[in-house]
């Protein structure tokens, strides 16, 4: 991948064998309930001795690629960076934790247009658009510039159309379609196959909830973007929410496109994409799939956290699982048999994958670490132990005076 000066600093910097901050495991308002026979989550937490950090080095190289990129950018440096967008794009280069460059240097491009939307400040908006319309004008014949210009109609479109406004005006909603329309005239006028690129194949795929035909072509369009990239979990985290009940699936519709993912990709991943399509159900209902095979799905985080081996990956999955024991826990002995079966997999991630903590992946908050350490470890916590690294994960040790 691209070495840039702040990704030089960030290896430098990363550290995975310190702890940033001893008051990062510092328990939440409440976080002192009783997890196992007595033991508090401040007792669980003030024995952790393993690195924590409030970002992980994987979110921190994705942004220093932005910013980087970004500041190119703003000097106008626009043939270096299409070149760059090229040449990432088509030799699929991978930044740290399966995150595609590609995508991250198009965001640099547009980050003056990001900041502008994220402030409300539609004039400036309108203005980046303008300046990424400039460049697209002195370089209509390469796809990467259509697709950084594309992308930039699709965030104005979607910024337009934000299930968050509360009230969404005749107008908002015209200007959103007319940004919709402009990217599909953009992105129509090259083809992902023949340009060999997944970057163009995302942005065409992005269009879907924006264009009457969204529900007729998003099956086809996600094939394609697959085959151009079959490693890449962004391909199916955005398929997936688009087979959800509200959108343009079903409940069975999404089990049966989860199947089919893994299908399409277990000769690269495994079952690795059918646990991305879960996470990212999840993410958008706010609780997992009731369609969710349990023991499948388990199989398939283990495979999501082998395709990258990152230590992102282990804390996304350490705490999803957390969750769900906690949860089964709740339940009661109906819900013996799946809690026994998560608890299995919370063990097999805590112990064997996990070597630091990223707090920024732990969705809840500080109980739910706590709740995992007591659940793996707590019969050694109660004789005294602390939580360290061993070999590829975590251990525990009695430490002696």
């Not at 995975?16 to 401040?42: F, H, I, K, M, N």
């Not at 400039?134 to 104005?156: F, G, I, K, N, P």
């Not at 819900?335 to 997999?345: D, I, S």
């Amino acid at each position: 991948m691209l070495v840039t000066p702040s990704l030089m600093h960030v290896n430098t910097r990363a550290g995975r064998g310190r702890q940033e901050d001893a008051v990062l495991l510092r328990p939440l308002a409440g976080s002192s309930a009783e997890l196992l026979d007595g033991l508090t989550a401040d007792q669980v937490l003030a024995r952790v001795d393993v690195p924590v950090m409030r970002i992980g080095p994987e979110k921190t190289e994705w942004q220093c690629v932005r910013d980087d990129h970004a500041a190119m950018a703003e000097a106008g440096e626009w043939a270096d960076l299409l070149e760059a967008l090229r040449y990432t794009d088509q030799e699929r280069v991978m930044a740290s934790g399966g995150r595609r460059v590609a995508p991250l240097i198009s965001e640099g491009m547009r980050a003056g247009l990001t900041r502008a939307i994220a402030q409300g400040d539609w004039i400036s908006a309108k203005a980046e658009l303008a300046v990424l319309e400039e460049v697209y004008d002195r370089h209509s014949e390469d796809y990467c510039a259509a697709q950084v210009l594309a992308q930039a109609h699709v965030d104005l479109a979607n910024a337009r159309r934000s299930p968050t406004a509360a009230h969404l005006s005749r107008d908002d909603w015209a200007e959103a379609a007319s940004h919709y329309e402009q990217a599909e005239l953009l992105v129509t006028l090259f083809d992902p196959i023949e340009e060999m690129s997944p970057l163009l194949a995302a942005t065409r795929y992005a269009l879907v909830p924006g264009i009457e035909d969204g529900g007729s072509v998003c099956r086809e369009w996600y094939e394609d973007w697959v085959d151009l990239d079959p490693e890449d979990a962004a391909v199916h985290a955005a398929h997936a929410v688009n087979m959800l009940p509200g959108w343009y699936g079903s409940l069975t519709a999404f089990e049966k496109e989860a199947r089919r993912a893994v299908r399409l990709t277990d000769g690269v991943t495994g079952k690795a994409a059918y646990a991305v399509f879960h996470i990212a159900a999840a993410e958008a209902l706010g609780d997992l799939a009731p369609t969710l095979d349990h023991e499948y799905f388990f199989e398939a985080l283990a495979d999501y956290q082998s395709a990258t081996g990152c230590q992102l990956r282990a804390n996304v999955t350490a705490d999803l699982l957390s969750g769900m024991a906690l949860a089964f826990r709740k339940a009661g002995p109906t819900a013996a048999w799946h809690l026994t079966k998560t608890r299995a997999a919370l063990s097999d991630v805590l112990w064997n994958r996990l070597r630091e903590i990223q707090l920024d992946c732990w969705n809840t908050d500080s109980q739910a670490l706590a709740f995992a350490m007591a659940e793996v470890f707590g019969p050694a916590l109660k004789r005294g132990a602390r939580i360290v690294r061993r070999g590829d994960g975590l251990g525990t040790l009695v430490r002696r005076t």
